[in-house]
C-alpha cells in the first residue's frame, strides 16, 4: 500500500491559499501515490482529466499527504 496520497483541492477564488483545504475546498480529488514526485504528478493530471474549470472564480491547490490509519484518526478524534 502506498503511503502517500496525491490531493487536488478545487477552491473558491475568494479563499486565501493557507485556508484552502479538505474542509474548505469545493471539490477534493484523491489517488494513491508512491513518490513525491508521482504524487505532484498524479494530482496534476487527475485536476487536468477531471477537466475543473478555470477561471478567477476558483483555483487549484495540489498537495501530498501521507495517507492516515484508523489508529492515526481515533488518536487525533481523541485529542
Request: glycine share 6%.
Amino acid at each position: 500500500m502506498s503511503e502517500l496520497l496525491s490531493v487536488a483541492l478545487v477552491c473558491a477564488g475568494t479563499l486565501l491559499a493557507q485556508d484552502c483545504s479538505r474542509d474548505t475546498a469545493l471539490d477534493v480529488i484523491i489517488a494513491p501515490a508512491h513518490t513525491p514526485m508521482e504524487c505532484l504528478m498524479h494530482a496534476q493530471t487527475m485536476a487536468a482529466q477531471a477537466g475543473l474549470p478555470g477561471g478567477g472564480d476558483r483555483y487549484l491547490k495540489i498537495a501530498c499527504e501521507h495517507r492516515r490509519t484508523a489508529i492515526d484518526v481515533a488518536i487525533r478524534r481523541a485529542s
